[in-house]
Nanobody, 117 residues
Framework: QVQLVESGGGLVQAGDSLRLSCAAS????????MGWFRQAPGKEREFVAG????????NYADSVKGRFTISGDNAKKTVYLQMNSLKPEDTAVYYC??????????WGQGTQVTVSS
């Protein structure tokens, strides 16, 4: 069972930057995709950004394109989310998710990001 630990959340002002990290452990050999999702109060969890090491690609939600950048280390199964020009609407709990070639999904515990106006 893959274990994921996120870090890097916090309280910032609009326009500031934050960098989130997610490190995987246990059974990491089968991970081929890692991504970030977020859930704001009263809303459904939504996709933010993902990285697919199998095909060497990244993708983003339209709402964060040009502001957020996902990167990672395939060997260490670690991903980062660099968030620039943060807006109050980016406030949410951010979750890391890993997908394996065994078709399993694992989620981290989440890290709070709060952006004040």
């Amino acid at each position: 069972q893959v274990q994921l630990v996120e870090s890097g959340g916090g309280l910032v002002q609009a326009g500031d930057s934050l960098r989130l990290s997610c490190a995987a452990s246990e059974g990491t050999f089968s991970i081929y995709h890692m991504g970030w999702f977020r859930q704001a109060p009263g809303k459904e969890r939504e996709f933010v950004a993902g990285i697919n090491w199998k095909i060497g690609s990244t993708n983003y939600a339209d709402s964060v394109k040009g502001r957020f950048t996902i990167s990672g280390d395939n060997a260490k199964k670690t991903v980062y989310l660099q968030m620039n020009s943060l807006k109050p609407e980016d406030t949410a709990v951010y979750y890391c998710r890993a997908t394996t070639t065994l078709a399993t999904l694992s989620w981290g515990q989440g890290t709070q990001v709060t952006v004040s106006s």
